[in-house]
C-alpha cells in the first residue's frame, strides 16, 4: 500500500505561482509513475501531470504545458507539482495519484490516491 498526502494548495490571484507537494510513504519501491489530478467543480477528474519513477519521463495535459512543472525528490519521498502563470481555469482539487496500471493518464488507472488539495486562482 502507498499513502499521498497533497499539501500546499491555497488562494492566488490569475498569474501568480504555487507549489504543491505529495509526500508519499509506504510501499513505494513499486511505484513507477506518480501524477497529478484535478477536479473542478461539476466536472470529471483530468489528468494534469505524471512523471516516472526516475523522473526520466514526464507527461503533461495541453492545458498546463509550458506552465506546470513536474518533479520529484526520491529522497525525500515527494512528487511536487510547480504551477505558475495560474489561470482561473486552474481552479480545483488537486490530487496526487499514484501506481498507475495501463495508462499514465487516465484516472481510473491509479491504485492509491491522496484526499487534494484546494488551489483557487481569483482573476
Known amino acids: 500500500q502507498v499513502q499521498l498526502v497533497e499539501s500546499g494548495g491555497g488562494l492566488v490571484q490569475a498569474g501568480g505561482s504555487l507549489r504543491l507537494s505529495c509526500a508519499t510513504s509506504?510501499?513505494?519501491?513499486?511505484?513507477?509513475?506518480t501524477g497529478w489530478f484535478r477536479q473542478a467543480p461539476g466536472k470529471e477528474r483530468d489528468f494534469v501531470a505524471v512523471?516516472?519513477?526516475?523522473?526520466?519521463?514526464?507527461f503533461y495535459a495541453d492545458s498546463v504545458k509550458g506552465r506546470f512543472t513536474i518533479s520529484r525528490d526520491n529522497a525525500k519521498n515527494t512528487v511536487y507539482l510547480q504551477m505558475n502563470s495560474l489561470k482561473s481555469e486552474d481552479t480545483a482539487v488537486y490530487y496526487c495519484a499514484a501506481d498507475p496500471e495501463g495508462s499514465w493518464k487516465n484516472p481510473a488507472d491509479f491504485h492509491f490516491w491522496g484526499q487534494g488539495t484546494q488551489v483557487t486562482v481569483s482573476s
Open positions: 509506504g510501499r513505494t519501491a513499486d511505484v513507477y509513475a
Open positions: 512523471i516516472s519513477e526516475r523522473g526520466s519521463t514526464t
